[in-house]
């Protein structure tokens, strides 16, 4: 029988709402014409009599179980709306500011480091007035297929390894670093894939081969680049392996900054209540959660945003790959396009391109970009704020009708 879960994010682990002691919540839905089974109790026989009035079988009856009340009814459609939004706007809305992100990271040519949003704006106005607004969405697609491997990937590691996928309520930093240990591992089996995703993503639409180009093709060039088949690369391509460690780290520090920050948020925001939770009102069970992860995956973003554009360098170096022109500049004589520029960098590891950073493009170098990161949870905070807005007229609605 499958297991209702009415939990709440919990740090490291969840912990279930409707329990007072925060213990995992196990028991079974409440299904018409069955009854959920308690320590002692057993099943009963078709042929056993119905229970007495008063009886531990009475009141399971199908005829007399009580409908869902419409308060619950409101609370579900708002937390499947509320969720749905965040997830529109994390994974497509904020597309076009993380393939701007990225072009500004491997683009040690510009002059402009677009730290601020402002710069942002004009110049990906800029790019998509000239090759179109499907520029700006480019390589959403394979951003969708290395989640799937990672969900995928992180599934069966931890179901053929002792590693835990989730951690309970009292955890020991045994499971802890086994948890730990299996993020890292799973961002390296998705590490081929993702550094075709990102080069689908940074790459010129001017120089795009639409007739060559599918939906499949980061999982064909993943498994080329692991496999080292196929099409030939520059010899400036770095192996998989010296990205091996970084990845892992990267991944590790940034799933616990973010699971910090959400924890010492939620904390924050039940202290500062001054009235008790009301489980029925979907502004309590939703948004506080929400806005947690929001928080969590922004400080996370901020603070690893160097370690990002190092690894983004070294992914793209070899790969022949062509991007835009991030200062805005515009061609003469290729009929209005904005240039293009090939990425030519030349880093023997991590530490060098960490060194050869600093040493050239100074300490902002590490933050190119950076603006296009503040309009993307600009925009994803601001309708969560239009969506809890929103949804409170509703209640209000609902409540005076």
């Known amino acids: ?24 919540v196990s028991t079974p839905p409440d299904i018409p014409g069955s009854r959920n089974l308690h ?13 007495e009035q008063g009886g531990p079988g009475a009141g399971y009856e199908v005829q007399d179980r009580p409908g869902v009340p419409p308060g619950e009814q409101l609370n579900r459609f708002a937390g499947f709306g509320i969720g749905l939004v965040s997830l ?31 710069s942002t704006v004009f110049v990906m106005y800029s790019i998509s007035k000239a090759q179109g607004m499907k520029s700006l969405w480019k390589g959403m697609g394979s951003t969708f297929i290395v989640h799937g491997i990672t969900l995928c990937a992180e599934g069966i590691i931890s179901e053929v390894t002792p590693l835990p996928r989730e951690l309970p309520h009292s955890w020991s930093y045994k499971q802890l670093a086994g948890h730990l240990l299996l993020r890292g591992l799973t961002a390296v089996v998705a590490l081929p894939f993702y550094c075709a995703s990102l080069v689908e993503t940074v790459q010129s639409e001017i120089v795009r081969d639409e007739s060559s180009s599918g939906l499949l093709d980061c999982i064909h060039e993943g498994l080329t680049r692991l496999l080292g088949v196929g099409a030939p690369h520059s010899r400036r391509l770095l192996p998989l392996s010296c990205l091996l460690l970084p990845v892992a780290l990267h991944a590790i520090l940034r799933y616990a900054i973010s699971v910090s920050v959400q924890q010492v948020a939620l904390w924050l925001h039940q202290r500062g209540r001054k009235r008790p939770l009301d489980p029925s009102d979907p502004l309590d069970t939703h948004f506080p959660e929400l806005v947690a992860r929001w928080a969590g995956s922004l400080v996370a973003d901020v603070m690893l945003f160097p370690m990002e554009t190092v690894l983004h360098r070294l992914s793209l170096q070899g790969t022949r790959t062509i991007i ?43 933050y190119r970009g950076f603006g296009a990161l503040l309009m993307q949870y600009t925009v994803h905070g601001a309708l969560l704020a239009a969506a809890r807005t929103l949804l409170r007229v509703l209640l209000l609605d609902a409540k005076t009708a």
């Open 324 to 366: 835009d022109a991030t200062d805005g500049a515009v061609a003469t004589g290729n009929g209005g396009s904005p240039l293009v520029l090939p990425v030519n960098t030349q880093y023997d590891g991590f530490s060098d391109c960490l060194h050869a950073i600093r040493r050239k493009e100074g300490g902002a170098g590490f």
């Open 39 to 51: 320590p002692g109790a057993r099943t009963p026989l078709y042929d056993e009599p119905q229970a």
């Open 88 to 118: 529109f706007t994390e994974n497509v809305l904020a597309h076009p500011c993380i393939v701007f992100r990225r072009q500004c990271q491997v683009n040690y040519h510009a002059r402009c480091y677009h730290l601020t949003p402002f």
């Open 1 to 24: 029988m499958a297991s209702r879960r009415t939990d709440s994010f919990d740090g490291f682990g969840y912990r279930g709402r409707d329990d007072p002691q925060h213990h995992w």
